[in-house]
């Protein structure tokens, strides 16, 4: 079935620092999803990517799905303590409805 | 609009028991889809029920069942508890009818511990 990991699992680092996640699909996907996770939270949507190559931005937070649609990643710039949480991928392949949430990567902020 | 909601929010069974969980979508939101969440497997897919009927299944045993309402609601329902069934259960609810543009929007769990 399809599996979609990220890299990496658990990412530490400096207030200001930058950040990156990444998301692998075994199968081409249709679109692609974000989601933020804060702790104790629930997982909140942030942007959907549809298109081959696309790349979206929200303001620190940079969204890119590859050209063959296997792989995304997300980038925030200049990190802040309000972007702790785990960020989670989530696709569609298609003709496969389900939305397949990848492993997520927990990102914690050193103030 | 009210958000997801979800009833109860925690839940202490024992194991062999069975337990019901309630969702309640986005008011005008006609797709309801559960995941298990856990540290070890992360969100796990259930099943996603539209209009009343199920739209597609996740790779969980038939102890684990749902139905939807004609007013959307959802209920899951897990028969006979396992400890491994321990998680956080998320509903969440989609406006959209093609499940391939939807985006989901998540209630804030049940969180069942199975003794």
């Known amino acids: 079935g399809q599996q979609v990991m990220q890299i990496p699992q658990y990412q530490h680092v400096q207030e200001g620092e930058d950040f990156t996640t990444y998301c692998n699909s075994s199968t081409t996907l249709s679109n692609i999803q974000w989601y933020k996770q804060r702790p104790g939270g629930h997982p909140v949507f942030l942007i959907q990517?549809?298109?081959?190559?696309e790349v979206k931005k929200q303001k620190r937070l940079t969204f890119q799905f590859g050209e063959a649609k296997k792989n995304s990643s997300l980038h925030i710039t200049a990190t802040q303590t309000t972007d702790v949480g785990t960020y989670f991928c989530a696709g569609r392949n298609f003709g496969n409805e389900k939305l397949t949430f990848g492993t997520g990567t927990r990102l914690t902020i050193i103030p | 609009k009210a958000g997801v909601t979800q009833t109860p929010r925690y839940l202490i069974k024992t194991r062999g028991q069975q337990v019901t969980l309630s969702c309640s979508p986005i008011s005008g939101h006609r797709s309801v889809s559960w995941y298990q969440q856990t540290p070890g497997q992360g969100l796990q897919f259930l099943f996603e029920?539209?209009?009343?009927?199920?739209?597609n299944k996740g790779n969980f045993p038939g102890r684990f069942s749902g139905r939807q309402f004609s007013n959307s609601r959802s209920e899951m329902n897990v028969s006979t508890l396992e400890l491994g069934d321990s998680a956080l259960y998320l509903c969440a609810s989609s406006a959209a009818r093609r499940t391939s543009t939807d985006t989901q929007y998540f209630g804030p769990g049940t969180r069942l511990t199975v003794l």
């Open positions: 029920y539209f209009s009343e009927t199920q739209r």
């Open positions: 990517l549809v298109k081959s190559g």
